[in-house]
């Protein structure tokens, strides 16, 4: 599967962005899929996840409550709808998908499909 991803941008805090995630290849529905994020400095982290058909979630704690994950299979597309964003939230987003999952979110392995990054900051 091939997925590129688009949405990012420079927002203030507590406003809200949404990231898209467009596949295309193959279903993402047949796939665990999510959002990983690495700020400067920082590793990289799994930041919201979904299995395959949808089924189950995950978010890492410091979204809780703030973002949510979404596929629309019609279109064949992720999202991540990030609400009360907060400046901590500052990275490089990137939407990942793999047959293979590592809990609910997708292995992040170099053979895992990722699409380029798109640049979410939050200024305070």
């Known amino acids: 599967v091939q997925l590129q991803a688009s949405g990012g941008g420079l927002v203030q805090a507590g406003g809200s962005l949404r990231l898209s995630c467009a596949a295309s290849g193959s279903s993402l529905h047949d796939y665990y899929a999510g959002w990983f994020r690495q700020a400067p400095g920082k590793e990289r982290e799994r930041v919201s996840c979904?299995?395959?058909?949808?089924?189950?979630?995950y978010h890492i704690d410091s979204v809780v409550g703030r973002f949510t994950i979404s596929v629309d299979i019609a279109k064949n597309t992720m999202y991540l709808q990030m609400n009360n964003l907060k400046p901590e939230d500052t990275a490089v987003y990137y939407c990942?998908?793999?047959?293979?999952?590592?809990?609910?979110?997708?292995?992040?392995?170099?053979?895992?499909?990722w699409g380029q990054g798109t640049q979410v900051t939050v200024s305070s």
């Open positions: 979904i299995t395959k058909r949808g089924g189950l979630s």
């Open positions: 990942v998908a793999d047959s293979v999952g590592w809990g609910r979110c997708p292995r992040g392995a170099h053979s895992s499909s």
